[in-house]
């Protein structure tokens, strides 16, 4: 279950590990950016480093043709109200339920937003999921907030900013692997986030734009997806 991360907007992707993910989540650099981005230097956010939780690159250029699915799923919810914000936090502090295979949650660089990753799950409650969006909709369906779900998010060489440590609402190191280590950080306040788009060549990690992706995910990526999730869970 492997993804990577850059080390910013324009940097090749590299093969992310625990180490480092801590290392950057507590990071003075990423914390200054995040502060100078939420004081309204847009420039801030594209030096920050980011993770490609939905797949690896095998140290290739970061597009979807060389994407190697994790078997993880990356939801955003954006625009939430102040009550739904903290129904959010309270929900996901702590991981919320097993069976829902939060891997990770925390506040977008913004501080306007709401990101968790979870294990694409072959149980009771994702049975009938068939593609990233499916689970999305469904986990976004479970906790009661569909009406925040950001559903541009399905591409998978979709790049997550990384965020401070202390925007960190949950985080468990099955993440990385099945030995559980669960950090709690039940201060965070998380809200919601707009996501940006850049013009150019559409299959481009770099320059993405709104794509027919339903059709796009499933015909080119589904076979590989589904392989990926058979192999973790036969």
Same mark, same amino acid.
């Given at each position: 279950?492997?993804?990577?991360?850059?080390?910013?907007?324009? *940097?090749?992707?590299?093969?992310?590990?625990?180490?480092?993910?801590?290392?950057?989540?507590?990071?003075?650099?990423?914390?200054?950016?995040?502060?100078?981005?939420?004081?309204?230097?847009?420039?801030?956010?594209?030096?920050?480093?980011?993770?490609?939780?939905?797949?690896?690159?095998?140290?290739?250029?970061? !597009?979807?043709?060389?994407?190697?699915?994790?078997?993880?799923?990356?939801? $955003?919810?954006?625009?939430?109200?102040?009550?739904?914000?903290?129904?959010?936090?309270?929900?996901?502090? $702590?991981?919320?339920?097993?069976?829902?295979?939060?891997?990770?949650?925390?506040?977008?660089?913004?501080?306007?937003?709401?990101?968790?990753?979870?294990?694409?799950?072959?149980?009771?409650?994702?049975?009938?999921?068939?593609? !990233?969006?499916?689970?999305?909709?469904?986990?976004?369906?479970?906790?009661?907030?569909?009406?925040?779900?950001?559903?541009?998010?399905?591409?998978?060489?979709?790049?997550?900013?990384?965020?401070?440590?202390?925007?960190?609402?949950?985080?468990? *190191?099955?993440?990385?692997?099945?030995?559980?280590?669960?950090?709690?950080?039940?201060? *965070?306040?998380?809200?919601?986030?707009?996501?940006?788009?850049?013009?150019?060549?559409?299959?481009?990690?770099?320059?993405?734009?709104?794509?027919?992706?339903?059709?796009?995910?499933?015909?080119?990526?589904?076979?590989?997806? *589904?392989?990926?999730?058979?192999?973790?869970?036969?």
């Amino acid at each position: 279950m492997l993804f990577d991360y850059i080390n910013n907007f324009k *940097s090749d992707p590299q093969v992310c590990h625990i180490e480092t993910f801590k290392s950057l989540t507590n990071s003075p650099f990423v914390k200054e950016c995040i502060e100078k981005f939420r004081n309204g230097d847009a420039e801030a956010k594209k030096r920050l480093p980011a993770f490609t939780f939905h797949a690896s690159f095998n140290g290739h250029k970061r !597009i979807v043709k060389n994407a190697r699915p994790s078997g993880m799923i990356m939801i $955003d919810f954006d625009h939430v109200a102040d009550d739904d914000i903290l129904k959010m936090r309270d929900v996901l502090k $702590d991981g919320g339920h097993e069976d829902w295979g939060v891997r990770l949650c925390h506040v977008t660089p913004s501080g306007k937003g709401v990101r968790v990753v979870i294990k694409a799950l072959k149980n009771h409650i994702y049975s009938e999921c068939k593609s !990233i969006r499916d689970f999305q909709q469904r986990f976004a369906h479970v906790i009661d907030m569909s009406k925040y779900l950001d559903e541009v998010t399905v591409d998978l060489a979709r790049l997550s900013f990384c965020p401070t440590a202390e925007d960190i609402i949950y985080f468990n *190191s099955c993440l990385f692997g099945e030995s559980a280590e669960v950090t709690q950080f039940a201060e *965070s306040q998380p809200k919601q986030e707009e996501p940006t788009y850049s013009k150019g060549n559409e299959t481009s990690a770099e320059n993405q734009r709104r794509l027919p992706i339903d059709r796009f995910v499933i015909i080119v990526c589904y076979d590989s997806f *589904s392989v990926n999730i058979h192999f973790l869970y036969q």
